[in-house]
């Protein structure tokens, strides 16, 4: 499991790389849906020189020149592929597009962060990972979450024992839409749930089964994921496109407490309570003596920092300081690798996968 997010993020700036100034210079793909979040939270980081957005679209860029006046725009990427002015690139388009641009940026000797999921299939995740460790290149998936104040917090608690052994990690992800067209809703939405699964439970999965079924474009808008971990971890994972209501909801259970993480909530989105059960034996195999254990509950507090900007702060800082990122190639191919074994057990009707 990885290091501690904070003793990077606070770690001083070296001055091997890629620039003595310590300034990253970024060239962003993609101003769609959540280009611009990438696109504002670069340009806020003292550390960081946004030069090039390129989008396929004019009207895409039209909103760029709006609000960032001295940024360069393209519809043509190579321009960014080729630019010495560019140290790192972020990929964010359609998930299909991912491998292609990412691999072109590699080979152009930029570093890349790239979109979530990393890849469409786990070999084009490898042959980046060989691509970039022969280049000295970082990679850095946006695994989101990850950065937020809850999982910080989670992984803090979940490292302190405070749960004790682990049981199981339940994720509900469910709201109406937004559909896709080019993915379905396992590819969509669960590499959330699974990046933050791979983040707290530190165990190496080892099985999938997945049911779900598709109700209206062809690609599964509803599905429930079960991951198998030694030990006897269970995780769970329910995302929906079809729900009236949505739910953002994560149970983690351990023998000494169990945790609930609701990002709905505004304030207290974590809560731990010291709930569980023992099972004591009498004098004979007739006499299991089950006593429940319901003591207090209580909320940690978690930091609001918006996760996005933790996050590519992280980026720029793993990149300036030659650091491996804890949502590197890795961290991505092994969400790929379940996501791929979600998406076969759930054509199979729920034939477990091994991993
Ligand atoms: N981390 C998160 O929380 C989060 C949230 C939403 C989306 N995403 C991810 O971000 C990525 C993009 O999703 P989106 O919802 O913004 O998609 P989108 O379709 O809204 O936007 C993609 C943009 O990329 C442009 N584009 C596509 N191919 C291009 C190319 N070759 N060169 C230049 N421009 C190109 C399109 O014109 C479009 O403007 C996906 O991988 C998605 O999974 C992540």
Redesign the pocket.
Known sequence: MSDKISSVVDAPPSRLNPRSSGVVRVGV???????PNIVRNFAGLENCEVVTV????PA?LKRVGRLYPGVQLT?D?EEILTSSDIDAVAI????W??FG?AKAALENGKHVFV???FTSTSQQAEELIELADRKNLKIMV?H?FLFSGAVRKIREVVDAGTLGQLYYFDSTRVNLGLFQHDVSVVW?LAP?DLSVMDHIISEKAEAVVATGSSHLNGHADMAFITIYFPGNIIAHVNVNWLSPVKVRTTLIGGKDKMLVWNDLEADEKIKIYDKGVQITNGQSVYDLLVSYRSGDVWSPKVEQTEALKYELDYFLKCVTNDQVPINDGAAGLRVVKLLEAAEQSLKDRGKIVAL
């Open positions: 793909v993609g101003y769609g849906y959540w280009g390129c989008d396929k679209s895409a519809t990427v964010v388009t359609p998930v597009t991912h641009l979109e979530k999921p946006d989101t969509d959330h």
